[in-house]
């Protein structure tokens, strides 16, 4: 027996050993063979094997290399070894990104591709593609048109998967052969019809109205092939998303029909699709209930397609998908982790609050064999109950500090550090257990970027709890234990502790001066400028500089700066005017999901300082105080559509059109805006968009002066769209030849409204006494009737016109709206709105204070 | 971690690049074979190898057909020593994938003539490369149907004429031929 068993053990190392140390200087050598004559197809086999293995394995050949070992290859094209010949496409295909002169085989591709054999032909026009260059594809497109309706599948799929790939290089040309993929979409073998059709609807992909055309008459011819079905449920599904008129509801019937087609691909396809389409419960029911089944399956991949479906819609109808609730129940014990976590997330989302703790508890028992993305999903589902069921914050703040404690990558710590931070933000009875985990965490954090943000919450929030001595421990020991960065966070952390409480200053200021022998400079430098300032005992001071600090916009600044040093750099640099990084408060609510894409908070001041930047003489207006929303000027789904977008300077605006020509047949030319200012206001000049081709954004930027008195600055202008229309070939978009016509098309009038000229903030802890300090200041005070009848509404609606945040609003039987600001020209306010219903009316007191009585009056103005 | 592109929306997107890899590996977790078809993802081999190895540690073990990881979504099935895994974006659908991989598995299962292991794999290594080149072209489902794949494939089974079989080969090869139209 144990002879046998070494026996075995013998056989499979030398089965393994022919590809074990394999060696490319080795294989170039024996590469060499292939010059021999007459070609012995076996042994060659064997050497390409290799040869493609290695390559396989990850292996880096130099040039050289590549054409050398290319070049050999190239022999064997006298073998007629139809094994052998597939080997050596292989090879060139995977040598031909490495090599040089790869085009050298082109004759002997092309002969092979009209040759008679067809195993040979398929693959040979696909290598072909592969090496070939558009100059080269003129000579063999007459074949690759015959082979695209070729009656041997294999080579009309080929030949059509090739089209697709170089339709991303050669458009023009791939256009050129859909006549020939439009009649092999009709096939009978699937996979042709399937290719056929991608080529087809890529091929138009930028025309909507043929691609209309082509859904709706495929969808109601027989198509045979589940992945051709697919792909048009797509489609459909896009075009349906994009018009959400009556007009799609074609798209939707032809996708509820496929939920009765047989193959389970295509019913996913489309439940899929109807899940992210529908806006009511009741269209869903269909797709819910094909899902349901899914659900129910043996096989784990149908489990989880259901599963992760049903999860998506949870946010946007939990109703639909409570109906599942058995089915989800039992998926929690499901052999596959990813699939119970999605069932008891998804339980979690829609569930009531008695069940959350025998979910957590079943979650917890598999927690550790997920993958970090689901781990995300479930902190994400947490964070997601936290809010709805403040009451259960102790048992999910626990679990949330467990989860912290096992290993986990950056994003999911940080998942969970977000998480409780919100509840430490959103929940005042959690603050203090929230924070003492928090607290814990940073003594054992490996995340520098982390470290640095808890320690920011814990310098915010903790100088509120009962006890903020106790969080000072913690911070110090960071002082003593980590890094240049995370060391500094902690001493502004420790500085806002002294700063907040009195009784606390004497110590802080003993742990400040210890830092000021650190080796960092950052370090050294914060400690010496907190204790200066805590020394100073001015409150104002200390309110501004340790507790309220406002952060500009870092790449806003560097850009004032430098146009500051560029134009005046004798004058004092007023740092007010850089707008502030807004925080994000108002996190939208993601839908449970499994994807993680990570996209930059740009500012739209930032967004648009680049495009500002052919505007001449942009720098001698200052730094930009703030860039409104965009607005549209047009109807959508109209041929030109206009957006406006406010660009807010001390004294000056500028007013941004977008525009976007949606005809494929017209190049718009010398396309300005005819402005009809409101009075007071002066035109200074305007740059115009020489060309706007089809689908191609362009901007007309109008730069005008702001009246001198803020009142006049309330006003409309009106805006007329004024052009050059020249006619062009839809493909090409090459201009026919003459002059083309002028031509003007009316926009919607623009507001300058109130809120624009402010940037407006959300109150801080400290707005009581900041009003109290501006009672000396300017004050206007009026009384208002509302048009709402309901009390929020109306907060609601005087918020947006303020352009204050929802934040803002508190009280509950009178509504009180507080907020501050600051004006364009650097002058602060503040507001104070109080708003009571009575018999069917809401009257608001509306009360601004600000060192100039024109901007207050401006304020009351605006809402009046 | 792998990023897939920002996709707005949640619909999934009307492209035939469905496929972002395909491998086979051994049971230690080595590659025998892999293709990665999108240059953005796993572009070079050391992060393609450092995926495969995460692969494999969560899925060796468990059965479970199916994993989400770093931003792809995995199938996948295993037998004896070797393990079959097709990748593809984790916005897409997962059944799709299901039928690429089970058009590999059952590809080179009869290119194996269902000894589905290492050994003999690596002697069947030029046609199971083929299978591959047939299965997936950059990305694009080029066959999911075994048969076919395997017809395209240039199967070499009848290398050795009949006339120069030994008996024992014919009646050999005869026998597992009944025997798996039995098992069907």
């Keep these: 027996m144990s002879s046998f068993r070494r026996d075995k053990k013998e056989e499979e190392d030398s089965g393994a050993s022919v590809f074990q140390n394999l060696d490319k200087t080795t294989l170039l050598q024996e590469s060499r063979y292939f010059n021999s004559t007459p070609v012995n197809p076996r042994k060659c086999i064997h050497i390409l094997t290799k040869i493609i293995y290695l390559l396989n394995q990850g292996e880096k050949l130099t040039t050289q290399e590549a054409t050398d070992m290319f070049f050999a290859t190239t022999k064997l094209f006298q073998s007629k070894d139809v094994m052998l010949r597939r080997l050596v496409y292989l090879c060139i295909k995977e040598l031909s990104s490495m090599a040089q002169d790869v085009i050298i085989v082109t004759s002997s591709l092309t002969k092979d591709m009209t040759g008679k054999e067809d195993l040979y032909r398929a693959a040979a026009i696909r290598a072909l593609c592969s090496i070939t260059d558009s100059s080269m594809l003129q000579a063999i497109e007459r074949y690759m048109k015959q082979a695209i309706v070729d009656k041997n599948p294999a080579v009309s799929s080929a030949a059509l998967v090739s089209a697709l790939h170089l339709s991303a290089t050669v458009p023009d040309l791939v256009r050129r052969w859909v006549n020939d993929a439009q009649e092999a979409i009709m096939s009978d073998n699937i996979m042709v019809s399937y290719h056929a059709l991608a080529v087809v609807a890529g091929a138009r992909k930028n025309d909507r109205l043929s691609t209309v055309k082509l859904v709706t008459k495929l969808a109601r011819s027989p198509l045979r092939s589940p992945y051709a079905l697919c792909l048009l449920v797509r489609h459909a599904a896009k075009l349906a998303e994009e018009d959400q008129s009556e007009a799609s509801e074609p798209y939707l019937e032809f996708i509820e029909s496929c939920l009765r087609h047989k193959s389970e691909i295509v019913v996913y396809e489309a439940a899929h699709a109807i899940v992210n389409l529908r806006k009511s419960a009741r269209d869903l029911a269909q797709a819910v209930s094909v899902l349901q089944i899914f659900c129910g399956s043996s096989k784990a991949t149908l489990r989880l397609a259901g599963a992760r479906t049903l999860a998506q819609l949870t946010s946007k109808h939990p109703n639909a998908v409570a109906v599942c609730a058995v089915d989800l129940e039992n998926l929690i014990s499901d052999p596959n982790r990813s699939v119970a976590t999605l069932a008891v997330t998804t339980l979690l989302a829609t569930g009531a609050e008695s069940s959350i703790d025998r979910l957590m508890k079943q979650i917890s028992s598999f927690m550790s064999e997920i993958s970090d993305e689901f781990k995300i999903v479930v902190v994400r589902a947490i964070r997601r109950l936290c809010s709805k069921y403040p009451r259960k914050h102790q048992s999910l703040a626990s679990f949330l500090a467990g989860m912290l404690r096992e290993e986990g990558g950056v994003q999911y710590k940080t998942a969970i550090a977000d998480t409780i931070i919100a509840l430490v933000e959103e929940n005042p009875d959690a603050k203090e257990t929230g924070l003492a985990h928090l607290c814990e965490f940073i003594e054992d954090c490996e995340h520098t970027s982390l470290a640095v943000r808890i320690l920011h919450i814990l310098g915010r929030e903790g100088p509120k709890a009962r006890q903020p001595s106790r969080y000072i421990r913690y911070i110090y020991n960071r002082v003593i234990l980590e890094s240049g960065p995370v060391r500094a966070a902690a001493v502004s952390a420790v500085a806002r502790f002294g700063a907040s409480r009195e009784e606390l200053l004497p110590n802080i200021r003993v742990l400040l001066s210890r830092c000021q022998l650190d080796d960092d400079d950052e370090v050294r430098d914060r400690a010496i400028f907190y204790s200066a300032i805590l020394d100073s005992n001015d409150r104002q001071l200390i309110e501004d500089y340790i507790i309220n600090v406002s952060v500009p916009n870092p790449v806003l600044l560097e850009k004032a700066l430098s146009d500051h040093i560029a134009i005046q750099p004798d004058e004092p640099f007023n740092i007010s005017t850089i707008p502030t990084t807004e925080e994000q408060n108002e996190s939208e609510d993601v839908p449970l999901q499994v994807e993680i894409s990570n996209q930059p908070v740009v500012s739209r001041e930032e967004l648009y300082s680049e495009q500002l930047k052919i505007v001449p003489g942009i720098e001698k207006l200052g730094p930009i105080f703030k860039t409104c929303e965009p607005i549209d000027l047009t109807e959508p789904e109209t041929e030109y559509r206009v957006r406006c977008v406010k660009h807010i300077f001390t004294r000056h605006l500028i007013l941004q059109f977008e525009c976007l020509n949606t005809l494929n047949d017209q190049i718009l030319e010398k396309v300005h805006i005819r402005l009809d200012p409101a009075p007071g206001y002066v035109i200074l000049g305007e740059v115009a968009c020489e060309k706007l081709p089809y689908d191609k954004q362009g901007s007309v930027f109008c730069v005008l002066k702001f009246p001198t008195n803020p009142i006049e600055t309330l006003g409309t202008f009106g805006a007329t769209l004024e052009f050059v229309v020249r006619d062009c070939d839809s493909t090409t978009g090459l201009p026919d030849a003459g002059e083309g016509y002028a031509d003007t098309y009316p926009l919607e009038e623009v507001e300058i409204g109130c809120a624009d000229q402010f940037r407006t903030r959300a109150p801080t802890d400290e707005w009581e006494s900041s009003w109290e300090r501006g009672a000396t200041a300017a004050e206007a005070c009026d009384t208002f009737g509302l048009s709402q009848n309901d009390v929020n509404e109306a907060a609601i609606a005087v918020c947006k016109h303020l352009g204050l945040p929802k934040a803002a609003i508190g009280g509950d039987a009178i509504k009180e709206i507080r907020g501050g600001g600051l004006w364009r020209e650097g002058t602060p306010m503040l507001v104070r709105a109080r708003l009571v219903s009575g018999q069917g009316a809401v009257t608001m007191q509306l009360t601004v204070r600000s060192p100039r009585e024109d901007i207050a009056t401006l304020l009351l103005a605006a809402v009046g | ?184």
Aim: charge should be negative; proline fraction near 2%; hydrophobic fraction near 45%.
């Design chain 2, 1 to 184: 971690m792998v990023h897939t592109g920002t996709m707005e929306g949640a619909l999934f997107e009307p492209t035939l690049y469905i496929v972002k890899g395909m491998c086979i590996l051994d049971n230690d977790g080595n590659r025998i074979l892999a293709k990665y078809y999108d240059k953005n993802i796993l572009p070079t081999a050391k992060e393609q190898k450092a995926f495969e190895k995460n692969l494999f540690n969560k899925t060796h073990r468990a059965n479970a057909e199916i994993i989400m990881l770093d931003g792809l979504t995995c199938v996948y099935k295993n037998n004896v020593d070797l393990f079959f895994y097709v990748m593809g974006s984790s916005h897409e659908n997962e059944l799709i994938l299901q039928s690429v991989l089970n058009a590999l598995y059952e590809s080179v299962s009869i290119l194996l003539r269902r000894n589905v292991e290492k050994r003999v794999l690596l002697d069947n290594l030029d046609a199971v490369m083929l299978a591959f080149d047939e299965i997936c072209d950059g990305g694009v489902i080029l066959d999911a149907d075994p048969t076919s794949i395997v017809g395209r494939a240039a199967l070499r089974t009848e290398d050795v004429p009949l006339g120069e079989q030994t008996v024992v080969q014919v009646l050999q090869s005869a026998k597992e031929q009944l025997k798996w139209s039995l098992l069907k």
